[in-house]
């Protein structure tokens, strides 16, 4: 080797300066809280995995495409480590894939697979002008309901009759009609109630038949907010009601709502939660989904549904 090559300056690596180092160890964290947030919210059923999988097929940087494929079996129910292990064999995934780096052949096959064991809703023919919004606690059934009562009075939203007190700012006869159990009884034993359920094992809740029937003879479309038990009912009652389940963007989401209301003590809100991951769980029965981000865009959509049933 000659001295002019022994002479020749070799490069040395730089360190990258103390600033990007702290910015891509924040952008690092912000990624595994997002995935970590995205977990939740499959184990929770806030979002179907088939939407997770579009996520990842339309940007595989996004969270959902970083996502790797282990992690996002076991978030679903009942997927332990053996379970998902028999899974990736079955689906020829390799283990170490992100949802993002799947081949057209492993995301159809992934699909395929989550379609036959936990299918996504699907409009049935033939609704009424019958709708019932239901959805977890805190999700915002009532905020949207006031704005669709407000901005469209020719849809009836129905007010339903409660044991619970009233919250504040709210209105008996408009937001809710406040009775005692005496009245509550009254009214089981005259039929003067389409549905009833009590809710978080505490407070009665039900919906008054009479205006409900009077609209629908003059033709107009009524909405009704309600929860799961009286969604239930309304479905066996008239097959043709078209149910339609409000969901919030995230599961932290919807513990922040309920948080920051502030109407309920930490052992209600723990109860709370609890039957909203039942409530979660059973939104495969409604044949439409509604994300309530924004109360507006909520709002317009259930509108567009009552206008699409009334056809």
């Known amino acids: 080797m000659s001295d002019t090559a022994d002479d020749a300056p070799r490069a040395t690596a730089t360190r990258p300066p103390e600033v990007d180092r702290a910015a891509a ?67 020829g995934i390799s283990p170490v894939k992100r ?15 989550l379609d036959r064991r936990m299918p996504e809703p699907r409009p049935r023919p033939g609704r009424s002008r019958l709708l019932v919004l239901a959805g977890p606690t805190a999700v915002g059934k009532g905020t949207v309901s006031a704005k669709i009562r407000e901005e469209h009075p020719e849809i009836l939203v129905s007010v339903s009759a409660t044991t619970r007190p009233p919250r504040p700012g709210e209105i008996d006869g ?65 097959p043709r009601a078209s149910l339609v389940f409000l969901l919030p963007p995230s599961w932290d989401e919807l513990v922040q709502r309920l948080v920051g209301r502030g109407t309920e003590d930490a052992e209600e809100r723990a109860r709370r939660l609890r039957t909203a991951r039942v409530e979660l769980a059973a939104q495969g029965e409604f044949d439409f989904h509604v994300v309530n981000e924004d109360v507006a865009t909520a709002a317009r959509q259930v509108v567009d549904l009552t206008q699409a049933s009334a056809r």
């Open 99 to 113: 949802l993002g780096g799947l081949g057209t052949r492993q995301r159809s096959a992934l699909e395929a697979w």
């Open 174 to 238: 408009v937001h809710y009609y406040f009775v005692d159990d005496a009245e509550f009884d009254r009214m089981l034993a005259e039929d003067e109630l389409l549905e009833h359920a009590v809710v978080h094992n505490k407070y009665r809740y039900g919906t008054p038949r009479g205006p409900i029937e009077a609209a629908l003879a003059e033709g107009r479309t009524v909405l009704l907010e309600i929860d799961l038990q009286g969604a239930r009912q309304v479905r066996a009652a008239d």
């Open 25 to 91: 160890s924040r952008r690092a964290v912000a990624a595994r809280r997002a995935r970590a947030s995205l977990k939740r919210d499959l184990a929770t059923r806030v979002v179907t995995p088939q939407e997770v999988l579009r996520r990842a097929a339309a940007d595989p940087a996004s969270p959902a495409g970083t996502l790797r494929v282990p992690d996002f079996l076991t978030s679903l129910p009942a997927i332990g480590e053996g379970k998902r292990d028999r899974i990736l064999t079955e689906l």
